[in-house]
């Protein structure tokens, strides 16, 4: 071969450069890398249910700050005997709270009364009189242990089965297993009422490293659930569907060279954001619920941003197929008066919530919708300031009603002071594993491949508790 031919064959060998073989074989090796992440989705999509669901969604109602478990849903009389007397140190000692350091640790007996409902003999606060009335559809865990003591933590913890930010929550994590049920709404929406106070951090209902579709989508309670649900003037709905239609065939010829499967989300949730400017304002209409429906909720025709607004917007909602619907109630964070805040945040939620699970139930609806009642901890039986509790992480209450729970019941006893279990104790990734079963899903197998590990919602921990279970 003569050297000016080998010259040639250098001089173009040069020429393929690092940047040319990549471009020349994007299309090759990103197809393979594009196929391998729908193909892990789309085994999300037919994977699960991994069984029959008792659940096909889930209502999930969030009381904000840790309400006390005293107040309403685990009555102590040895509270109340040894009233402002020491609280045994053995039950104290080593463990980690938010505030009471150096306080006296004595014991806090509350003056509210509790009532023993329904043929279940539910014992349940008088400051929730509606909830006394639906005593008999609840089952209350008494024995709600969790990791963290501070808010932050504690909601991220509680939401995501961790206590950094950044992992998706049990709302992102249903939503990717079970897909949306929905055609013009979101799979995970989120309503916040209540008073303003400790903040919520948004990471509570984010898509973490799932794709971007199963982050939570936050409504608003009163007026126009969303933003720019009407087009500008002068925009009809023909000229809006064929400019979102030249957008989303440049994202497509984008895709065929970037191959990123955030572009196909935000495909998707162009043409979903279309279809919800029909479909959210007529989901915000209560016009047509019976008179009956709105004075049970305690609202009128429109939403007004009270719980109980949203607590029927959530009823609408779940029959609309949204998978997962979260409503937080702020304002149960009391360091003082705990009474008085106690009163004011029952009067608020009991009347919404109760009618909730019966509005289900009349309609046929609460055998296959799972709600849930709880916060981030409970509270102290050790008085805080004289009047108020701290935050803790041994025993809180929450309760479940509907789909494949059993109804009547009481899961796990506190001690006499209603510091820590004394039999069942139910840890936060217990209650995970737990609501992912009645939808279905085996905890261990719904997993997430993110650098290299397989995250899942319970981390390596978590039991069923079958008592729970009807």
Excluded at 25 to 46: C, K, V
Excluded at 260 to 278: P, S, V
Excluded at 372 to 390: A, K, L, V, Y
């Amino acid at each position: 071969m003569s050297s000016q031919k080998m010259n040639s064959i250098f001089t173009r060998m040069r020429d393929v450069t690092r940047r040319h073989f990549f471009s020349s074989t994007a299309t090759g090796l990103g197809a393979a890398a594009l196929h391998s992440l729908l193909a892990r989705d789309a085994a999300a999509a037919t994977t699960f249910p991994n069984f029959a669901p008792k659940a096909k969604r889930v209502i999930y109602l969030y009381m904000a700050g840790g309400p006390s478990q005293f107040e309403t849903f685990d009555d102590k009389p040895m509270l109340r005997k040894l009233h402002g007397q020491p609280i045994p140190k053995s039950l104290t000692e080593g463990v980690k709270l938010a505030f009471l350091q150096y306080e006296a640790h004595k014991c806090f007996g509350t003056d509210v009364g509790f009532k023993k409902c329904g043929q279940s003999g539910q014992n349940i606060s008088n400051l929730l009189p509606n909830l006394q009335n639906v005593a008999d559809e609840l089952c209350v865990v008494r024995t709600l242990m969790t990791d963290q003591v501070n808010h932050d933590p504690a909601h991220t913890f509680m939401n995501t089965g961790f206590s950094i930010a950044g992992r998706p929550s049990m709302g992102s994590w249903v939503s990717y297993g079970l897909g949306n049920d929905s055609q013009n709404l979101p799979s995970f929406v989120v309503m916040r009422s209540g008073p303003e106070g400790q903040p919520i951090p948004t990471t509570a209902w984010h898509n973490g490293f799932l794709p971007g579709k199963h982050q939570g989508v936050e409504f608003y309670g009163s007026e126009q659930p969303l933003n720019y649900l009407q087009s500008p003037a002068g925009i009809g709905r023909k000229t809006q569907s064929d400019t979102i239609d030249a957008i989303n065939e440049l994202n497509r010829f984008y895709q065929q060279t970037a191959h990123d499967k955030e572009i196909t989300t935000r495909i998707n949730q162009y043409e979903l954001a279309f279809q919800m400017q029909t479909s959210v304002p007529e989901l915000a209409d209560f016009s047509s619920e019976s008179l009956t429906t709105r004075e049970s909720y305690g609202v009128g025709d429109k939403p007004d941003g009270s719980f109980g607004s949203n607590c029927l917007m959530a009823r609408r909602m779940a029959e609309r197929g949204i998978r997962f619907i979260q409503l937080y109630h702020t304002g149960w964070d009391h360091h003082g008066q705990v009474v008085k805040g106690v009163t004011s945040r029952a009067k608020e939620t009991d009347q919404g919530a109760a009618a909730l699970i019966a509005d289900l139930k009349q309609r046929g609806m609460l055998d296959d919708t799972l709600v849930i009642w709880g916060g981030e901890f409970g509270r102290t039986p050790m008085s805080q300031g004289g009047s108020g509790r701290d935050h803790h992480t041994k025993s809180g209450a929450l309760f479940m009603a509907g789909a494949g729970v059993n109804a009547g019941a009481s899961y796990g006893e506190t001690d006499d002071f209603g510091f820590a279990p004394s039999i069942d104790p139910f840890h936060v990734h217990d209650f995970h594993a737990t609501v992912l079963h009645l939808l279905g899903i085996n905890h261990k197998r719904l997993t997430y491949r993110f650098k290299g590990f397989d995250f899942r919602l319970t981390n390596v921990h978590g039991h069923v508790i079958k008592d729970i279970l009807a």
